[in-house]
């Protein structure tokens, strides 16, 4: 079973509604959820919460101390409750998943994601679950780090909070173990996509010499 969940952001109010901070809004959510309110604790770095489901404990971790040392507090949680990695649930924002779309997965590289590298170092393991949390690409490799620390756009922030309803829909699951059930729930849930848009008919000779052409809604744009 999962014994602890760290959501990874940066901590301030001028980073909260970034895209780096996707980890940090599903947490709280899930506390939210299991009515256990995130606190403070200086001694592992970062807000921090006990639930108990099932009659066992889970810890709500989200680090105070940037992305980029994130391994710090979820390492000084998992060692002092004596948690292995696999009983740890990483929720971070995924730049190869578009905004709506959430992934579980257990171990693996941390494709340079700065927190990740860090839990990697502080754990001394991959082993452990993530919950990827899409907020697309920019692209362009050379714009990454300004897109994570940018607002997503009104449409794609829609689109990230439907699949963290989605996808805490299987919180229970997830708690208890049970990776094959909360997989099929997150990786089943997203909408289906819309179908593009049939193109329109070609015009015929008849139709271009007596009028110039035929205007779709598309060549007005």
Avoid: C
Avoid at 113 to 141: E, F, M, T
């Amino acid at each position: 079973m999962i014994k602890l969940i760290a959501g990874l952001g940066n901590p301030g109010p001028e980073y909260e509604q970034t895209r780096h901070n996707a980890g940090f809004w599903w947490v709280d959510e899930a506390a939210r959820l299991l009515k256990a309110p995130l606190q403070m604790e200086r001694g592992h770095f970062g807000l921090v919460a006990r639930a108990s489901v099932a009659g066992h404990s889970v810890w709500l971790v989200e680090p105070q101390t940037f992305m980029n040392l994130s391994g710090k507090s979820v390492a000084s949680v998992a060692r002092f409750f004596k948690i292995a990695p696999e009983a740890v649930l990483v929720v971070h924002d995924e730049l190869d998943l578009p905004a709506g779309e959430v992934k579980l997965k257990k171990g693996g590289g941390h494709a340079g994601h700065n927190g990740l590298r860090d839990i990697h170092a502080q754990l001394g393991s991959a082993d452990y679950w993530r919950l990827r949390v899409g907020i697309g690409h920019p692209g362009n490799k050379n714009e990454v780090a300004h897109w994570v620390l940018k607002k997503p756009s009104p449409d794609d922030r829609i689109a990230i909070a439907q699949a963290m309803d989605r996808s805490l829909k299987a919180l229970p699951q997830l708690i208890a173990g049970e990776m094959d059930k909360a997989t099929a729930l997150i990786h089943t849930s997203k909408p289906p996509r819309p179908k593009p848009p049939r193109p329109a008919p070609p015009s015929s000779p008849l139709q271009t010499e007596a009028g110039g052409g035929t205007s779709s809604a598309a060549d007005k744009g």
